[in-house]
C-alpha cells in the first residue's frame, strides 16, 4: 500500500542552527500537509502544498514539494526553543474522491537552548 | 464549545471491557476521523466519516467500531478491550475529503487510553 516516510525520526540541534526533515511517498501526492505536534499535544496544521515544484515560506518555516510530487521537505531556519516537536507530513491515499491522510511517522526536533 | 472536544482525557481499563471514546466538534465539518498515535507509528487512521450517515475503515479498524448518526458527534467504540490498543487517541475533522478542496485537519487534544 501507499506510504509515506520521513527521515530523520529524532533530530537534536542547538538553538540557533538550522533543522530540516524529508518525507517521501512511494506514490504521486496531489497535495502535502505538514502538522506540528508539541510535545504532550496534538497535531496542528502548518501548511498545504499542491503544485509541483511548489515553496512556501512562514516565517522561519520553508516548505517545499518535489517536482515530481512523491517528495517534499520542512526546513527551519535558526531554530528557536519554541520550535520543539514533533513534525509530521501526511499525504492523501489515492489522487481522486474521497481521500484519506497517510501520516509519516514524524521527526521529533528537540533543541539544547 | 470551540473546535473538537475529546472525553475522556485519559482512562484506564480492564482487558475485555467495552469503552467509547466521545468526539464532538462546533465546526460543522463534514468529514470526521479517529486516528491511534504510537511511539516510532506516527498517526494511524482507524474509521473515518467523510458525511453524516457514513462511516469507511481505515488503516487499523480491527477492534473497532463507529457511528456517526449526526455531523457533530463522532463516537469511537472498543468492543472488548485488548492491551495493544493501549495508545493515545486523536480524533480530528476537516471542512471535506474530497481532492478538490482545501482540506485542513483539526485535531481534538486527545485521550489517553491503557488497557491492562
Known amino acids: 500500500g501507499q506510504q509515506v516516510m520521513q527521515i530523520p525520526q529524532y533530530q537534536h540541534v542547538q538553538e540557533g542552527e538550522d533543522f530540516t526533515t524529508y518525507c517521501n511517498s512511494s506514490?504521486?501526492?496531489?497535495?502535502i500537509q505538514w502538522y506540528k505536534q508539541r510535545p504532550g499535544g496534538h497535531p496542528v496544521f502548518l501548511i498545504q502544498?499542491?503544485?509541483?515544484?511548489e515553496v512556501k515560506k512562514q516565517k522561519r518555516l520553508t516548505f517545499q514539494f518535489g517536482e515530481a510530487k512523491k517528495n517534499s521537505s520542512l526546513h527551519i531556519t535558526a531554530t528557536q526553543t519554541t520550535d520543539v516537536g514533533t513534525y509530521f507530513c501526511?499525504?492523501?491515499?489515492?489522487?481522486?474522491?474521497?481521500?484519506?491522510?497517510?501520516f509519516g511517522q514524524g521527526t521529533r526536533l528537540t533543541i539544547n537552548p | 464549545i470551540a473546535g473538537i472536544t475529546q472525553a475522556p482525557t485519559s482512562q484506564i481499563l480492564a482487558a475485555g471491557r467495552r469503552m467509547t471514546l466521545r468526539c464532538t466538534q462546533d465546526?460543522?465539518?463534514?468529514?470526521m476521523y479517529w486516528y491511534r498515535q504510537d511511539l516510532g507509528l506516527g498517526l494511524r487512521l482507524i474509521h473515518y466519516?467523510?458525511?453524516?450517515?457514513?462511516?469507511g475503515k481505515g488503516e487499523v479498524p480491527d477492534g473497532y467500531s463507529v457511528s456517526r448518526a449526526n455531523t457533530d458527534d463522532f463516537p469511537l467504540t472498543l468492543a472488548s478491550a485488548v492491551p495493544s490498543q493501549t495508545s493515545v487517541y486523536f480524533c480530528?475533522?476537516?471542512?471535506?475529503?474530497?481532492?478538490?478542496?482545501?482540506?485542513?485537519?483539526?485535531f481534538g487534544p486527545g485521550t489517553r487510553l491503557t488497557v491492562l
Open positions: 480530528a475533522s476537516s471542512d471535506s475529503m474530497w481532492t478538490s478542496s482545501y482540506n485542513e485537519q483539526f
Open positions: 506514490t504521486t501526492l496531489s497535495n
Open positions: 502544498l499542491v503544485k509541483s515544484g
Open positions: 501526511a499525504g492523501p491515499l489515492g489522487i481522486q474522491g474521497a481521500q484519506k491522510l497517510v
Open positions: 465546526m460543522r465539518h463534514n468529514a
Open positions: 466519516s467523510n458525511t453524516a450517515g457514513t462511516t
